[in-house]
T-cell receptor, first 112, second 112 residues
Framework: DQQVKQNSPSLSVQEGRISILNCDYT??????FLWYKKYPAEGPTFLIS?????DKNEDGRFTVFLNKSAKHLSLHIVPSQPGDSAVYFC???????????FGKGTRLSVIA | IAGITQAPTSQILAAGRRMTLRCTQD?????MYWYRQDLGLGLRLIHY???????GKGEVPDGYSVSRANTDDFPLTLASAVPSQTSVYFC???????????FGQGTRLTVV
């Protein structure tokens, strides 16, 4: 049973437009959510996070929105750039010392 | 440069052989993790350790073992490799709960 779901395996966006990556979760104990970016042949790198006490967190071109009632979060990238082309993983953590649970990832392609 | 070092970067291994993937971090993080990444399946947790001397099972622990003798090192052992263990393996660490995990560059393992 997948606790973190990224239902879109891939997404293509034109350069300069907004990219919206979506993530749903089922475990109501999750209280911390993260997005990671992964390039081929590299390890995932942390992008942005949000605590369950917030509904929005912004860092430059990246904004994460959290809708707890819908158990849904999204990552907005605006404007999208070709260097943003990568696989994006959504991850979540519950209370205590539980490890991160990852979604299957969404491959973003930003077309120049 | 501070971070996580994994070795080897890649390996071809005969089925039935024993193999240890090495992971070392110099950030003095308490928690360490091993994930495997497979196409279409995202990142799945194999084993984790919240602190030196303790370990726990993740989502896909069968066929793998770990040890955490000290803070810095978290080796992953395949006692008798099978082709289904062909994957890219990522080691990660985090300082405490609700902080981001930092990932190594990965080990690409092919079992033939």
């Amino acid at each position: 049973d997948q606790q973190v779901k990224q239902n879109s395996p891939s997404l293509s966006v034109q350069e300069g437009r907004i990219s919206i990556l979506n993530c749903d979760y089922t475990n109501s104990m999750f209280d911390y959510f993260l997005w990671y970016k992964k390039y081929p042949a590299e390890g995932p790198t942390f992008l942005i996070s949000i605590s369950s006490i917030k509904d929005k967190n912004e860092d430059g071109r990246f904004t994460v929105f959290l809708n707890k009632s819908a158990k849904h979060l999204s990552l907005h990238i605006v404007p999208s750039q070709p260097g943003d082309s990568a696989v994006y993983f959504c991850a979540a953590s519950a209370g205590g010392n539980t490890p991160l649970v990852f979604g299957k990832g969404t491959r973003l392609s930003v077309i120049a | 440069i501070a971070g996580i070092t994994q070795a080897p970067t890649s390996q071809i291994l005969a089925a039935g052989r024993r193999m240890t993937l090495r992971c070392t971090q110099d950030m003095r993080h308490n928690a360490m993790y091993w994930y495997r990444q497979d196409l279409g399946l995202g990142l799945r947790l194999i084993h984790y350790s919240n602190t030196a001397g303790t370990t726990g099972k993740g989502e896909v622990p069968d066929g793998y073992s770990v040890s955490r003798a000290n803070t810095d090192d978290f080796p992953l052992t395949l006692a008798s490799a099978v082709p289904s263990q062909t994957s890219v393996y990522f080691c990660a660490s985090s300082a405490q709960r609700n902080t981001e995990a930092f990932f190594g560059q990965g080990t690409r393992l092919t079992v033939v």
